[in-house]
């Protein structure tokens, strides 16, 4: 079983920056993909990134050269910068793993304003 709390989310003015960070109640070594969803309100949860154990990632092109994604195995977190954020980046942000199942944070608001 693996418990994910997520942190760092805020309100933030449209080109200003925000760090996400998602830790993980058990070592993130063996863990094969975590990763970012987020749900706007009204609109389905969508993927905005995932990292493999190997460190390949993924992101949806709306938000790739803004958004980084990482990992810290030594401290069994993962990371989402995001940069330049706009607007439409509004939203509840969940950390996931795939460790056998799909575990999930509780989410953490993100709210970019104009």
């Known amino acids: 079983q693996v418990q994910l709390v997520e942190s760092g989310g805020g309100s933030v003015q449209a080109g200003g920056s925000l760090r996400l960070s998602c830790a993980a109640s058990r070592t993130i070594f063996s863990i094969n993909t975590m990763g970012w969803y987020r749900q706007a309100p009204g609109n389905e949860r969508e993927l905005v990134a995932d990292?493999?154990?190997?460190?390949?990632?993924n992101y949806t092109d709306s938000v790739k050269g803004r958004f980084t994604i990482s990992r810290d195995n030594a401290k069994n977190t993962v990371y989402l910068q995001m940069n330049s954020v706009k607007p439409e980046d509004t939203a509840v942000y969940y950390c996931y793993a795939d460790y056998f199942f799909r575990y999930w944070g509780q989410g953490t608001q993100v709210t970019v304003s104009s």
């Open positions: 990292i493999t154990s190997g460190g390949t990632t």
